[in-house]
């Protein structure tokens, strides 16, 4: 059974930072792309961040690019998403997922797998 499960989420204040943190079991996530997705009340979930299985440079939105990083650290099986200059816009319920198959994607569709979901917050 493949479980995917984050961490890490919580309240912060503007400016601050967050490291979310996803463990598989199941899979092995250095076979798959790795995708970071959020999504806000009211809102489509959106794909922010996808991470390919050979270390090439991962992909990041617009929105994200400069402020976050994703990263791997397989021994562990485990992918992370350090998140700085966090603004109150990126308030979401945040998710991995993964896929295999494919390229770098950030449609959900794309993806097979997808852990619960973590609660961030940012607000004064």
């Known amino acids: 059974q493949v479980q995917l499960v984050e961490s890490g989420g919580g309240l912060v204040q503007p400016g601050g930072s967050l490291r979310l943190s996803c463990a598989a079991s199941g899979i092995s996530l250095d076979q798959y792309v790795i995708g970071w997705f959020r999504q806000a009340p009211g809102k489509a979930r959106e794909g922010i961040i996808s991470?390919?299985?050979?270390?090439?440079?991962?992909y990041y939105v617009d929105s994200v690019d400069g402020r976050f990083t994703a990263s791997r650290d397989n021994a562990k099986n485990t992918v992370y998403l350090q998140m700085n200059y966090l603004r109150v816009e990126d308030s979401a319920v945040y998710y991995c997922?993964?896929?295999?198959?494919?390229?770098?994607?950030?449609?959900?569709?794309?993806?097979?797998?997808w852990g619960q979901g973590t609660q961030v917050t940012v607000s004064s």
């Open positions: 991470m390919g299985k050979t270390g090439e440079e991962p």
């Open positions: 997922a993964a896929a295999s198959g494919i390229s770098l994607a950030t449609m959900p569709e794309a993806y097979d797998y």
